[in-house]
């Protein structure tokens, strides 16, 4: 079955960097659009970045400071996060969607205390 994996989150102070990766398993990931999502406590879940075969899209709100990358030979998908602020404390979410059909991996906290 399919299944995505996050990994790097954690607690980070404001202007430090963490590095979000994404394992995909069980699909054929280069067909894919790959995207980061996050979701702040009490908040709706917002789309962070965009990598697919018609180029790489982010949210105004981390443009400059992340960057969304793919490596289709080893099925992973990374953000690096760079400058954060505590503005940017969620669960990230990794998704892959193709079509009508989507996939989210379990999510992972990011924690940038104020």
């Known amino acids: 079955q399919v299944q995505l994996v996050e990994s790097g989150g954690g607690l980070v102070q404001p202007g430090g960097s963490l590095r979000l990766s994404c394992a995909a398993s069980g699909l054929t990931f280069s067909r894919y659009v790959m995207n980061w999502h996050r979701q702040a406590p009490g908040k709706e879940r917002e789309l962070v970045a965009v990598?697919?075969?018609?180029?790489?899209y982010y949210a105004d709100a981390v443009k400059g400071r992340f960057t969304i990358s793919r490596n289709n030979a080893n099925n992973t998908v990374v953000l690096q996060m760079n400058s954060l602020k505590p503005e940017d404390t969620a669960v990230y979410y990794c998704?892959?969607?193709?079509?009508?059909?989507?996939?989210w991996g379990q999510g992972t906290q990011v924690t940038v205390p104020s």
């Open positions: 990598i697919g075969s018609a180029g790489i």
């Open positions: 998704n892959a969607r193709l079509s009508t059909v989507s996939y």
